[in-house]
């Protein structure tokens, strides 16, 4: 079993689904706790079972992450010190095509899947550089490398997850921070309102796995050191060949540009 950790674990979107999977096997683990999502009082209820249940202290900090002036009050939580843990685990998504959203749909989205948890890296990232180490992990989707007709912009904001956590840990590398993409596939969560549509129950149940089972992955792929953890991915190489594949593309050739453009 991992150490404890010496600060808390501030974890977002932690009312329901992954979140709030993380929020219990942490306290489990009996790890100090403050809790992040738009409903108080679901907050409250969940904080007051999990330090009955495993003599954590729990914090509340009702939040909307699409309001940038709740997300500086995340921010500044942080600021404040005693964090050691990040989950950026909040966000919005479903299934609808480019055009069955609106503008003002798909600009929330950004806000909530691509701004908040970057805010909430860039406060975390100098808090713990200056504490000399902590963690966070950025909970993405397999949608942001799946080519698929219809979450266009859900997969576009979960691809930016998975690069940007990577890129930190670049950045950063030897400052004492760790950093994890988790990219879990169909999981049982209330995303896009699937409890009220139902779509897991017309699923094959092999198909769709249970959140905690996911944390689980991401917590035990952490000690492993993994960047970016996909918690169905038996051969964590296949990743790592992929990974360079890519990253070996762009810049590598010199600067001529390629024969079939004619130029």
């Avoid at 409250?44 to 940038?68: F, T």
């Avoid at 050691?84 to 069955?100: C, E, K, P, Q, R």
Wanted: charged share 20%; glycine share 12%.
């Amino acid at each position: 079993m991992a150490a404890k950790q010496q600060g808390k674990c501030l974890v977002t979107g932690a009312s329901s689904g992954i979140g709030k999977a993380y929020a219990e096997i942490l306290a489990e683990r009996g790890e100090d706790l403050i809790l992040v999502a738009r409903r108080g009082d679901v907050l409250q209820e969940i904080a007051d079972g999990l330090s009955a249940a495993h003599g954590v202290e729990v914090e509340v900090l009702p939040a909307d992450l699409a309001s940038r002036a709740d997300v500086r009050k995340v921010m500044e939580r942080i600021a404040q010190g005693g964090v050691s843990m990040v989950i950026n685990n909040a966000g919005i998504g479903g299934m609808a095509g480019f055009l069955d959203l609106t503008p003002e749909e798909h600009l929330q989205m950004i806000e909530v899947n691509v701004t908040a948890p970057t805010l909430i890296c860039h406060a975390a990232v100098k808090a713990m550089k200056e504490a000399g180490g902590g963690t966070i992990i950025n909970v993405g989707s397999g949608s942001g490398f799946t080519i698929s007709a219809g979450p266009s912009v859900y997969g576009g904001t979960k691809a930016h997850v998975a690069q940007f956590t990577q890129l930190l840990n670049e950045e950063f590398a030897g400052s004492g921070i760790r950093f994890q993409a988790l990219m879990p596939g169909l999981t049982r969560t209330n995303l896009g309102n699937a409890s009220e549509t139902g779509i897991f129950d017309r699923l094959p149940p092999e198909r769709v796995q249970p959140p905690e089972a996911v944390v689980r992955a991401s917590l035990a792929g952490l000690e492993l050191g993994e960047v970016v953890c996909f918690p169905r991915l038996e051969d964590y190489a296949q990743w790592e060949t992929a990974r360079d594949a890519i990253s070996s593309l762009p810049g590598k050739q010199g600067n001529a540009i390629a024969a079939r453009y004619g130029t």
